[in-house]
C-alpha cells in the first residue's frame, strides 16, 4: 500500500509570493490534516479535511487555506508569503471510525524556505 | 480546552539507559492515547497508541499505560539504543476533534 506522499518536497520562494502544496493520502483515507512544523513552535495543527470538508481548523491566519477534492487529495495554500512561514509542512492522513482517526499517517513533508 | 504537556529535553541518554519520557493530558471525554516518533529528515510515524484507561501500548521496546487518575501516557523503554535517536511526540485524541500533539521530546542515546 502506498503511503502518504506530498509534493514538492523542497520549495524556495520569496516574500509576497504565493506557494501551493500537495498531498495524496492513502488509498481510502479520507480524513487530511496538515501541519506546520518549525524549530521555535513545534508542531502546529492548520486544519483537517474529511470528506471534501473542512473539519477542525487551528489558529493561522486567512492567508493559510486548503481543500480537498473527491479523491481525497488535498492542497493547501499559502499567500503573501512572509519569512516566518518558513517551515517544514506535514501532511498527515487518516481513516476515521466514529470520528476517531485511531492513527495519522504522515508524509515525509515538504520544506519551504521563505527568501 | 484539550492539550497535552510533555518534557521538551532534550534528553541524552548512553546506550542501554532507561528511558522515561513524561507525558499528561487535559482533555473533556475519553480521549485515544498516542506516541509518535519523528527520526531526522522524516515525517512523523506511530510508535503506539492506547483507547482506553489501563490500556497499555507497546511496540519495539516501548510501552506507556494510559492512567486515567493521572491523566498521563508516559513512555519508557527498557534499554535504548543508538537508532532509537529522534523526537517523540505525545498526542491525544477525543471524537470530532483534532489530535492535539505535545511540544515534542528530543532524544539522544550516545555510545
Known amino acids: 500500500k502506498a503511503g502518504v506522499t506530498q509534493t514538492p518536497r523542497y520549495l524556495i520562494k520569496t516574500r509576497g509570493q504565493q506557494v501551493t502544496l500537495s498531498c495524496s493520502p492513502i488509498?481510502?483515507?479520507?480524513?487530511v490534516s496538515w501541519y506546520q512544523q518549525t524549530p521555535g513552535q513545534g508542531l502546529q495543527f492548520l486544519f483537517e479535511?474529511?470528506?471534501?470538508?473542512?473539519?477542525n481548523k487551528g489558529n493561522f491566519p486567512g492567508r493559510f487555506s486548503g481543500r480537498q477534492f473527491s479523491n481525497s487529495r488535498s492542497e493547501m495554500n499559502v499567500s503573501t508569503l512572509e519569512l516566518g512561514d518558513s517551515a517544514l509542512y506535514l501532511c498527515?492522513?487518516?481513516?476515521?471510525?466514529?470520528?476517531?482517526?485511531?492513527?495519522?499517517?504522515f508524509g515525509p513533508g515538504t520544506r519551504l524556505t521563505v527568501l | 480546552g484539550n492539550s497535552v504537556t510533555q518534557m521538551e529535553g532534550p534528553v541524552t541518554l548512553s546506550e542501554e539507559a532507561f528511558l522515561t519520557i513524561n507525558c499528561t493530558y487535559t482533555?473533556?471525554?475519553?480521549?485515544?492515547l498516542f506516541w509518535y516518533v519523528q527520526y531526522p529528515g522524516e515525517g512523523l510515524q506511530l510508535l503506539l497508541k492506547?483507547?482506553?484507561?489501563?490500556d497499555k501500548g507497546s511496540n519495539k521496546g516501548f510501552e506507556a499505560t494510559y492512567r486515567k487518575e493521572t491523566t498521563s501516557f508516559h513512555l519508557e523503554k527498557g534499554s535504548v539504543q543508538v537508532s532509537d535517536s529522534a523526537v517523540y511526540f505525545c498526542a491525544l485524541e477525543t471524537s470530532y476533534d483534532k489530535v492535539i500533539f505535545g511540544p515534542g521530546t528530543s532524544l539522544s542515546v550516545i555510545p
Open positions: 498527515a492522513s487518516s481513516l476515521v471510525t466514529s470520528g476517531i482517526s485511531n492513527e495519522q499517517f
Open positions: 488509498s481510502g483515507h479520507r480524513s
Open positions: 492506547a483507547t482506553k484507561a489501563d
Open positions: 479535511y474529511f470528506s471534501e470538508t473542512q473539519r
Open positions: 482533555a473533556t471525554g475519553y480521549p485515544s
